[in-house]
């Protein structure tokens, strides 16, 4: 392939995934403008019209404001590739540091540094202006740049020891690094499901054990009938920072923790938590955390044999607006063209992935329905449609793309249907 053919299709590429997220962003907002005067017929006398309107202006902010993002992405993806920004960084770090992996990590630790920049401002607004316009955000600006600080520094301390083990192997280890790195980033996102829980999480939020002896005893007897084991029942204060609610699975064999947003226990009665928990262990005895992680593991190896073939390619660095250096090695380069152009190619295919998320959340549904009473979690579901201010009238085909949940009508109809 030449240069100016993959430019082609590169551009051709993006164009198209503009338009369709622009297209299907524009028939969200209409189909629920159009559904904002009537709460649907489902959800009469359980969700007031006036929530109703909050989802509804609020899921129309979410997703103009995602156009928004969608732009300023787009134009940062051309202004580091075809407009030139990659190669000055580039000719930049060799310039410091001249060619080896002090130059390589230097590019990597450069580029992440400027895309957090151009990010930052963004998911300041996220948090102090849309978020805070519909009563979600409880987090102080001192608690966001703290966050902030403790993420970077995590996530350098881990992702830059990451890239250069990685950057070594494609140096050093021949034509089959990719599957030396695959063994390796598999082996690193198993580490990082026991250490995020018992090491990482607790650095930004406090977690207590379950005090309500009613409700832990009503939770123990729900796993032991479904022969689930837990490390432990714990509470996190999400109030610090959202007034949304959750609950969710932590951890990796021995290290498994069930976690509770206190927000989603001052809002839910007893037995509508039993009803959530019974989903969440759903889809642990249904298997679809393994499911999704052997999709993860072998969609990795797929990405990093194709990565494997590109670096090589000098038309895979030209194509993108960049000059491979010759006698040295352009590792680092291509794993940035490779993490900036794969989301590109690959968002076409985004329905598949949504299409089998939901296909795990009727499920987990239908194996709560079957170890709880399904009223319980349809009430439950209400009361969390109605606090999260999640839209009861998504658009159709914007759903089926992008919601890793059925709407809000079909699932409560597949449970009241199986009650």
Known sequence: ????????????????????RFWLASRHIRHIQAHRAAVPPQFVGKIPLEAHQKAADYSVAKTKFALFIVILNAAT????????????????ALFIFGPGYRYQLALVLAFALISGLIELPFDYFRQFVLEARFGFNRMSPRLFFTDLAKSTVISLSLGLGLVW???VLMEQSGD?????????????????????????????????????????????????????????????????????GNAYFSGFGAAKRIVFFDTLLERLAPHEIEAVLAHEL???????????????????????????????????YTGLGVEPMM?????????????LVL?????????????????????????????????????????LYEDNASTLTPDPLHSAFYDSHPPATVRINKLLAAG
């Open 343 to 383: 989301p590109v190619f690959s968002f076409l295919f985004s329905p598949l992935t949504s299409l089998s998320s939901r296909k795990h959340e009727f499920e987990a549904d239908a194996f709560a329905a079957q170890h709880t009473n399904s009223q319980d979690l349809v009430s439950a579901l209400v009361k």
């Open 165 to 167: 083990v990685t950057i």
């Open 176 to 244: 089959l690094w990719w599957l030396y790195a695959w063994i390796l980033w598999c082996s690193f996102q198993m580490l990082m499901l026991v250490l995020v829980p018992l090491f990482i999480a607790p650095l930004f939020n406090k977690f207590q054990p379950l005090e309500d002896e009613n409700l832990r005893t009503r939770i123990e007897n729900l796993m032991q009938r479904v022969g689930f084991k837990a490390s432990g029942l714990f509470v996190m204060d999400g109030s610090r920072r959202s007034a949304h």
């Open 1 to 20: 392939m030449s240069s100016l053919a993959f430019t082609v299709l590169f551009v051709t590429f993006l164009l198209i995934s503009l338009l369709v």
């Open 327 to 339: 006698g040295a090695s352009n590792d680092a380069m291509a794993l940035i063209l490779f993490a």
């Open 282 to 316: 759903g889809h642990f005895k249904l298997k679809h955390i393994v499911k999704r992680i052997v999709v993860m593991f072998a969609a990795s190896l797929a990405f990093l044999a194709v990565l494997g073939y590109l670096k090589n390619q000098t038309w895979f």
């Open 77 to 92: 993806l051309i202004g580091f590739t075809l407009m030139g920004g990659l190669q000055w960084l580039s000719e930049s």
